[in-house]
């Protein structure tokens, strides 16, 4: 997969260069390319933003160094890419919708800062590629850079080989399967005591099936407690209640 990323804080992005999106560059399995808007201005100031038409607060972000950089990236390229635009006004980023796009070729995300990016923007690329306007969360940010750091990460690890053999996004909550749309359940690791703190005894009795029922009960335990809303999403077959002790 090829990710370009256009923005004009290439060092937010510097995330990038490690842990897991980092090592799967080195592997060659991410080919990540940075690039900084302002390298396609022309005036001796770099200036990428200007008011807004009609008033109101901020300042928007002119549309002809993205018109010049996106041009240069498309055309670097083969075949055309997904053009992710982080915005507060986008659908909702989600697993499924990382899930899709860890399954296309290319991605060129377009972090804006002030107000946004000139609409005729989104319109020109919006009529000859696949552009997504997505928003990560119901929170207001400054710019569209930790968005895409989120982003990246989420569809990174989905790549085949990226996690590695010890870990697996099956179990994710949010992944496909009888605990789709659960949160995890707690999980614990060495010593067995800690400041007068014990293991739960059944995740070291070896049962196997006695495991899995607790792990599915601790996560619908959770769910209903901090994200009440994925219950009914749940798959009922998954849970039963009676057996919940509350
Ligand atoms: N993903 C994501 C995001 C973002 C995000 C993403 C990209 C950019 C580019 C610029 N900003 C700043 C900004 C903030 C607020 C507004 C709305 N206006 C304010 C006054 C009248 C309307 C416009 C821009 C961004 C914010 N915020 N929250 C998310 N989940």
Do not use: C
Not at 187 to 195: A, D, F, M, N, Q
């Amino acid at each position: 997969m090829r990710l370009d990323v256009v923005t004009i804080f290439p060092e937010y992005l510097e995330p990038l260069n490690v842990s897991l999106v980092g090592k799967a560059r080195a592997r060659g399995q991410l080919d990540v390319r940075i690039h900084d808007l302002r390298e396609w201005t022309r005036d001796k100031h770099h200036t990428v933003d200007d008011t807004p038409y009609g008033g109101g607060p901020g300042m928007v972000m002119k549309p002809e160094p993205w018109g010049a950089a996106l041009d240069d990236v498309l055309a670097s390229g083969e075949g055309e890419p997904v053009l992710v635009v982080p915005t507060p006004s986008g659908v909702p980023f989600t697993q499924e919708l990382a899930v899709e796009l860890s399954g296309k070729p290319w991605l060129v995300f377009t972090p804006a800062r002030y107000e946004g990016i000139d609409r005729r923007v989104i319109e020109e690329y919006g009529d000859r590629l696949d552009v997504r306007e997505v928003s990560i969360g119901d929170y207001v940010l400054a710019g569209g850079e930790a968005p895409v750091l989120v982003m990246v990460e989420a569809v990174a690890r989905l790549l085949p080989g990226v996690l590695g053999n010890a870990a697996s996004h099956q179990d994710d909550s949010f992944a496909p399967g009888a605990m789709a749309d659960l949160l995890e359940g707690p999980v614990y690791t060495k010593p067995p005591e800690w400041r007068d703190r014990t293991i739960p005894e059944v995740l070291l009795s070896g049962h196997h099936g006695k495991i899995a029922r607790w792990r599915r009960d601790e996560a619908f335990r959770r769910t209903d407690r901090n994200r009440p809303d994925l219950i009914e999403r749940a798959d009922p077959a998954a849970f039963n209640k009676k057996d919940r002790e509350i």
